[in-house]
């Protein structure tokens, strides 16, 4: 398995790929590796024994903020999570690389106010996101 700091740089190269004209509308938002989804989140997701995520958005999607938002909020997050990636990728560092990159891109599609069918419709449209 990548060390994490290496496993995180990954992270914030897939972030940094995303083009600067949505880059610019996040504010507000935390990057956090962990390795494995907790309980209370597959609870939540509804996960079966068998099913996992790549990474999860926990917070207020930007265009569903109102004139109160704002102050001391507490930033949204990211959550990508290591050990489910690095089980899919087998060790191949491109392949871990591509879905790294996708999940990114995919949980700040929700950040910006996309769901899941937008999201996947844009992934089809540029040829991502088979993975997450």
């Given at each position: 398995?990548?060390?994490?700091?290496?496993?995180?740089?990954?992270?914030?190269?897939?972030?940094?790929?995303?083009?600067?004209?949505?880059?610019?509308k996040?504010?507000?938002?935390?990057?956090?590796?962990?390795?494995?989804?907790?309980?209370?989140?597959?609870?939540?997701?509804?996960?079966?024994?068998?099913?996992?995520?790549?990474?999860?958005?926990?917070?207020?999607?930007?265009?569903?903020?109102?004139?109160?938002?704002g102050g001391?909020v507490?930033?949204?997050?990211?959550?990508i999570?290591?050990?489910?990636?690095?089980?899919?990728?087998?060790?191949?560092?491109?392949?871990r690389?591509?879905?790294?990159?996708?999940?990114?891109?995919h949980?700040?599609?929700?950040?910006?106010?996309?769901?899941?069918?937008?999201?996947?419709t844009?992934?089809?449209?540029?040829?991502?996101?088979?993975y997450?």
């Amino acid at each position: 398995m990548l060390p994490r700091e290496e496993f995180e740089l990954l992270v914030e190269e897939g972030f940094l790929a995303i083009p600067q004209k949505f880059r610019v509308k996040v504010e507000n938002l935390a990057f956090i590796v962990e390795d494995e989804p907790s309980e209370e989140v597959r609870r939540r997701e509804n996960l079966g024994p068998h099913e996992t995520l790549f990474g999860l958005y926990t917070g207020i999607p930007i265009d569903e903020r109102g004139s109160m938002y704002g102050g001391m909020v507490m930033p949204d997050t990211i959550t990508i999570y290591q050990k489910p990636i690095e089980e899919e990728s087998e060790g191949d560092p491109a392949l871990r690389r591509t879905i790294v990159f996708d999940t990114v891109w995919h949980e700040v599609g929700h950040y910006l106010g996309l769901d899941e069918e937008e999201i996947r419709t844009r992934e089809a449209e540029k040829g991502i996101g088979h993975y997450h």
